[in-house]
Each structure stands twice: as C-alpha cells, then as structure tokens.
C-alpha cells in the first residue's frame, strides 16, 4: 500500500512537471511588409482633361439664331456648319445693296456718254469749256459713286456670309452658349471648340497646397476609371488669385505624354509628391508605446518570433505613423494586438502581407 501511494505520488510530480515546461502556443498575428518611402505625398486631388487650346465662336452679325447644326462632343472639320441665323435682314441689305448699284451704273453709262458728247462738241469748236468741265467732273463724281456702290453690295454679301457661322479649325465641341430662336448680337458668344490634338490635365489646388508647389514637385495624372493608365505632368500654369467661391487657385499640367484613353472630359486623380530622405509609413496600429518608448514588434521571418524593436516617429496621423528609423526595408511588423505579446513568442503570420 505504501510504495503504490510513493508511486503515485511522483506520477503526480512527473505530470506537474510536464505542465510547467509544455511551450506556448502558437500565435497568429497580423503583419505588414515594411516599404521604403522616398516620396512624401501633398495629397491627391481630382481633376479633369481638357485642350490647352479652346475658342469661342460668335456670329459677325446679330440676329435670331435659326438652326444649330451640331450638338456638343461632335468633331469638326475646318470649315463645317455650326449654326445659321434667319438670313432675311441680310437679303434684304443685299438687294437693296444690288438695286443702289444697278441705279449708279445707269448713271455712270450716262455720264460716260455726257462727256465723250461734250468732248466730241469741242473739239469742233462748237462746245463751251465750261460744259466740258461740268460733263467730266459728273463723270469722276458718278464714277465714285459706283465704287461707292460696288462696295455696299461685296459688304451686304459679306453680311449675307456672316449669317453661316463655320468652324475655322480642327476641333471638338465643348459647349453651346446659345440656342435655337434665340436672338443674339454681333460677337456674342455662342459656341466652344477645343482642339484634341494638344491635351492637359486640369486640377484645383487648396491655397495652402498651391503655395507649396516647386520644380521638385512630381505631378503623377492617372484615370480614376483605371489607375493603371497614368503618366506624370508639369506645371504649366497657376492661376495667380484663388477662386472666391471655393477658395482654389487653377493649375493647368503639361503631360509627358499621353494616353489613348485620356479623352476630352476624361476623370483623373492627380498626386502630387516631392523627395524626400527614405523613410517608412506604417498603420497606426502597429505603433507600443511603453517606459517612454516608441517601440513595434518586428518578426523574425527565420525562427518565426517576435521582439520589439526602438523606432524614430517623424510623423503621426489618425490611421498611419511615418518612421525615420527602426526598422529596414522588407521586414515584417506586427499591426494588431501589440499590447499582449512577449519576446521571443512565437507567432504564425501571412507573408503575402503588404
């Protein structure tokens, strides 16, 4: 009875004893793979592309408006009919510009023959001076009239022509001013043509983001239907005084080059970026912070443990943290749960992780 209580009582022992030295388990934990950064990022801003290059179109007479011919997004060719006003004022000019000329000719033909009559007479002898001076000068006079004449008609065409309002380039329409029936003065404007051939992105800058930019500034212009499509831009222009309304100033981008798919009217996001010494932004989450320390739990990709390890914060958002030192590219940190691990825990983690 005694030796089975002895051996019972160090199969107790030994069964303690196994407890005490069973491992930890295994703990899975979420990680990122830490990138360099040497980009620093202003912000993202939306934007659009338009043609460097845009006219507005206007008749050179006034009148009503008969017919638009085009709607806006059809392409034209130099020369195309783009809208035409109610031509009649302008016929009527025209004729009557054609029945003043008609009435002068018939004067000057008699005129012409007044002075050869007068001319002839005295040569004979047997015509005053006097006569001939008058004869000649109704000439000259009725000879300016002609001209006179003569130039009323080629204006009242060149009105009757203003009346057709055509495309002088190459070009898309962009807007109209005006509509059918409406009544419009010589010179206002009534339609908007781009020239595709020459296209920019065109975004509005916050003022404080606006004061900021320089020539080490990298513009990156990529479609917001797909971010794939992208190609990086210069400043070409900054509107000098800020929108009242929105509080923006203009900035019109030269592309290096551009993409097929960056249609007139394409939707784009713009970032804007400038060097920066390498440095690495990591969640938030990831951030311990003990003893005074700003410290993150960095994987051991071999031994599959973690330990903490001292970092340098440069800067501290809401969702993100920016570190100068601390951690090297390609490594693992662990961004959840940082408050319950130890050192030297092991740990199962995703190695797709980004």
């Known amino acids: 009875m ?6 019972s009582a160090a199969m107790l022992l030994a069964a303690c004893g196994s407890e005490e030295q069973a491992p930890e388990p295994i703990r899975p934990v979420l990680s990122v793979k830490v990138q360099p950064q040497v980009q620093a990022q202003l912000g993202r ?6 043609a460097r290059f845009e006219s507005t179109l206007g008749f050179r007479v006034g009148g009503r408006i008969a ?3 085009l709607d806006v997004g059809a392409q034209v060719k130099a020369g195309d009919t783009l809208a035409t006003l109610d031509p009649t004022d302008q016929q009527n000019q025209l004729r009557a510009a054609e029945g003043d000329l008609a009435r002068v000719q018939a004067q000057w033909i008699n005129a012409q023959a007044d002075a050869r009559r007068q001319q002839q007479l005295y040569d004979r002898g047997v015509g005053a001076q006097a006569q001939l001076d008058i004869a000649q000068t109704n000439l000259k ?8 004449a003569r130039s009323a ?35 206002q404007a009534v339609v908007t043509l781009a020239r595709p051939d020459v296209k920019e992105a065109v975004i509005d ?25 992208n190609t990086t831009a210069t400043l070409r222009e900054l509107e000098p005084q800020a929108d009242p309304t929105t509080r923006t100033r203009r900035a019109r981008l030269t592309l290096a080059s551009t993409p097929p798919a960056f249609h007139l009217g394409t939707a784009i996001s713009v970032t804007l970026s400038s060097p920066v010494s390498a440095r690495s932004e990591l969640p938030l989450s990831a951030l311990l912070e003990r003893d005074g320390k700003t410290q993150v739990w960095v994987i051991d990709t071999q031994q599959k443990t973690v330990n903490t390890r001292d970092v340098t914060l ?13 951690v090297q590219p390609g490594e693992y940190v662990v961004t959840a749960g940082v408050n319950s691990l130890k050192p030297g825990q092991k740990v199962v983690f995703d190695e797709d992780a980004q």
């Open 2 to 7: 005694k030796r089975l209580l002895m051996v």
């Open 45 to 50: 801003f939306a934007g659009v592309i338009e």
């Open 67 to 69: 017919r638009r011919w």
């Open 141 to 148: 006079t009725t000879g300016a009239a002609l001209e006179q």
């Open 153 to 187: 008609k080629r204006q009242a065409q060149d009105q009757l022509g203003y009346s057709t309002l055509r495309s002088d380039h190459d070009a898309v329409i962009t807007a109209w001013q005006a509509e059918a029936g409406q009544t419009v003065t010589a010179g």
């Open 205 to 229: 800058l916050p003022i404080g983001v606006a004061e900021q930019l320089n020539q080490n500034l990298t513009f990156t212009v990529a479609s917001q239907l797909d971010p794939a499509i």
């Open 314 to 326: 440069i800067e501290r958002t809401d969702d993100s943290i920016v570190l100068a030192s601390g």
